[in-house]
């Protein structure tokens, strides 16, 4: 399985295109449907031997036990890194291996599994050379002026070409960005659909040497020999960005078909959907390019992993304040959950009546009719969506039974739905602790309370001062204050309920970060509220000047008026139109109406 998940927004207004021979993989196929790229359609998994997004690699291996081999190719020489390379005054290594490491930090951030092999092109070198020597063999690629195409035409004859988007096959403007900006000897091309395997280098590029001249890789090439030096020459799943269907996918199908002589080379293809900001496909050009680390400073990596869940992988996922916000909401279902049932736990007696009542075998169904529900979602092309709703609802349910006081909860059955609710998380990668719910966040007990204890001792002086002053609003404002703004920073947080206060532990991180939407939040509500009282002081100013005199001070468009002050003529003298004396007869009519108005609230 190669590729990291690249997100990229859903092509548009495409044809729909004839479906190439698929050759199901011998063996017996699974319960596991999977949209494949290759056939438009579900396919039922039949694994050669052993994804590639994190969370379709968890739920393979976690969930359904599958022995996934994650490889993960990364180009360290293209055209754009000798490019930028040049510019910034780096060579292209010290380049590359710059964002790379930045990129893993990213995934560490996010929660994201490290791949079981990384494959960089400089690495891998002589390997893609002998892979293009094995294709011109074959006869489907051909060496001129030092760079080696692969020849379409003549693959065309035995296999089939543009799989996955038969459409763009021809499409020039594709074809030159996948070859690069420092492609050379275009014209040097049997046809124009061919496409670089290894190319000339010019000077003061990066060069190797080979059986053609000193040059590099081409783009599409390093990922078939790569991945295939790992995984051999049959792959059950490879997975990139739904841009990169064609021409990068695409000529990655053709070549590795033309190296082996086989038929099909990829099993299934997935493919991400675009990723958006605020409904618009993120780019530099927009402004609106988004980093994880910018990202990140505003949100937790659970709330941004939660975003991904509550989305198909292989539709567009909008990034925006509102979505996040959502986000949020959902989280907090979780979190209050958990903290409830925690509770409950913590403070049932062991004595008390666990025989269970009707009431109780209805929740215990609902959490078995859950599991198969869940199971069969993730069954269906990986469909978290659904099964975070099934999650919600298992939750809502809870509550329902937890919200009868007239009778003691029975523990098991709390315990094996919030131990299973944080199972299916932990296989998200949102939960990284084996108990019961999200975790604190916090190790060393001592080390926790230190600043606890602390916060409390300064609370414990204000309150003595504000109490010796008789000062009751001090008071009320230093636990209002102590509550909302110094214990969620230590990773508290203090719900007052009717009959009392209930504390719950949380990552200070994630308490942080709610406090900083909900003051966002207030702060956009705040703004909102002042735009609507200018409004509406501007709607009264206006309201307060007689209609007859609304016209009159515009002298620089009017030049006569009528007896009730609405203008005749323009301040050229040329008479008012017919569509023009019927709008200022609107506003005339509209400002009677509102100064009337003004005039009865004076007498109230």
Not at 194 to 201: E, G, N, Q, Y
Not at 548 to 570: I, L, N, W
């Amino acid at each position: 399985m190669t590729e990291p998940a690249q997100t990229s927004p859903t092509l548009q207004g495409k044809k729909k295109k004839e479906q190439p021979e698929w050759f199901p993989p011998q063996g017996v196929p699974s319960e596991l449907m999977i949209y494949n790229s290759l056939t438009s359609s579900k396919n039922a998994f039949i694994p050669s031997s052993g994804g590639n997004f994190d969370i379709i690699r968890r739920i393979m291996k976690d969930y359904l036990g599958y022995d996934v081999q994650y490889v993960m190719n990364i180009t360290d020489i293209d055209d754009k890194i000798i490019d930028r390379a040049n510019k910034s005054g780096v060579t292209h290594t010290e380049l590359s291996r710059k964002w790379e490491a930045s990129f893993f930090e990213d995934l560490k951030a996010l929660n994201v599994l490290p791949p079981d092999a990384l494959t960089r092109v400089t690495e891998y070198v002589p390997e893609i050379i002998t892979y293009v020597q094995k294709i011109i063999s074959n006869g489907y690629a051909y060496e001129s002026n030092g760079s080696v195409y692969f020849d379409t035409e003549s693959f065309k004859k035995n296999h089939e070409y543009g799989k996955l988007e038969p459409s763009s096959v021809g499409n020039e403007k594709l074809i030159s960005e996948g070859e690069g900006a420092l492609t050379v000897g275009t014209q040097d091309k049997k046809n124009k659909s061919d496409f670089a395997l290894w190319k000339v280098s010019k000077p003061g590029e990066p060069e190797w040497s080979s059986p053609w001249g000193p040059g590099r890789p081409g783009w599409h090439i390093e990922c078939s020999a790569m991945a295939s030096d790992i995984l051999g020459p049959n792959i059950d799943i490879h997975s990139g960005g739904e841009d990169l269907k064609f021409p990068h996918h695409d000529n990655e199908i053709a070549q590795s078909e033309a190296h082996y002589g086989c038929k099909q080379w990829i099993n299934y293809f997935i493919h991400s959907g675009h990723l958006l900001i605020d409904g618009l496909k993120m780019s530099k050009s927009l402004k609106n390019f988004i980093t994880i680390q910018a990202a990140l400073e505003k949100y937790t990596a659970r709330q941004i992993r939660m975003l991904f869940l509550i989305h198909k992988y292989d539709k567009p996922m909008n990034y925006s304040q509102e979505s996040m916000t959502n986000v949020f909401e959902i989280e907090k279902i979780f979190s209050e959950f958990f903290h409830t049932v925690k509770s409950v736990l913590r403070d049932s007696p062991g004595d008390l009546p666990q025989s269970w009542n009707q009431v109780d075998k209805d929740l215990n169904a609902h959490l078995l009719a859950a599991k198969k529900n869940i199971h069969s979602y993730l069954l269906d092309n990986f469909n978290t969506v659904d099964v975070m709703h099934s999650l919600t609802d298992l939750i809502k349910k809870t509550n329902i039974y937890l919200a009868d006081k007239s009778r003691n909860p029975r523990v098991a059955i709390l315990t094996n739905i919030a131990n299973y609710i944080t199972y299916i998380l932990r296989v998200f990668g949102v939960v990284d602790t084996s108990s019961i719910g999200f975790g604190s966040g916090e190790g060393n007990v001592e080390e926790a309370l230190k600043p606890v204890l602390d916060a409390t001792i300064e609370f414990r002086n204000q309150m003595r001062t504000a109490a010796a002053a008789k000062d009751t609003s001090k008071i009320l404002q230093t636990c209002d204050s102590f509550r909302d703004e110094v214990l969620p920073l230590l990773g508290i947080k203090i719900d007052d309920k009717q009959g009392g206060s209930v504390w719950k532990f949380e990552d200070k991180e994630v308490l942080k970060k709610e406090m900083l939407l909900k003051k966002e939040i207030e702060a956009k509500k705040q703004a909102e509220k002042e735009e609507r009282a200018k409004k509406e002081a501007a709607k009264l100013e206006k309201a307060k000047i007689p209609p007859s005199d609304m016209f009159k001070a515009e002298t620089s468009k009017y030049s006569q008026f009528d007896a009730r002050g609405v203008p005749t003529h323009d301040n050229t003298g040329a008479e008012i139109t017919k569509s023009q004396k019927k709008k200022l007869d609107k506003e005339f009519d509209e400002q009677t109406k509102s100064h009337s108005k003004y005039l009865e609230s004076l007498k109230q």
